[in-house]
């Protein structure tokens, strides 16, 4: 499976930007997928997760209520919808394949990863 992230890029804070991530082959529709981030010195994060069928999601505190995943399995294809940005989800983004159907938080519950997209808030 390749994944090719798209959709960052800049916004002032308070602006809104939906991420996508398309995935290669039909099999992804199977698998849970995920959000994660990863800001300049810092350690790469989970941001948020879905399930093969969209019926479970779960997102990092530092986004609930602003974020939104979601997916369409007919198109092979994840969003972030990110609303309310702060300077502080400045982050290079990337999306991921779980090795299952479930929700996936944890790296190393991925078993692929696609290149990044970068999103800059400013102040």
């Known amino acids: 499976v390749q994944l090719q992230a798209s959709g960052g890029g800049l916004v002032q804070a308070g602006g809104s930007l939906t991420l996508s991530c398309v995935a290669s082959?039909?099999?992804?529709?199977?698998?849970?997928m995920g959000w994660f981030r990863q800001a300049p010195g810092k350690e790469r994060e989970f941001v948020a997760g879905i399930n093969w069928s969209g019926g479970s999601t779960y997102y990092a505190d530092s986004v609930k209520g602003r974020f939104t995943i979601s997916r369409d399995n007919a198109k092979n294809t994840v969003y972030l919808q990110m609303n309310s940005l702060k300077p502080e989800d400045t982050a290079v983004y990337y999306c991921?394949?779980?090795?299952?159907?479930?929700?996936?938080?944890?790296?190393?519950?991925?078993?692929?990863w696609g290149k990044g997209t970068q999103v800059t808030v400013s102040s």
């Open positions: 991921a394949a779980g090795l299952g159907p479930r929700v996936v938080t944890e790296e190393g519950g991925m078993k692929c």
């Open positions: 082959v039909n099999s992804s529709a199977i698998t849970g």
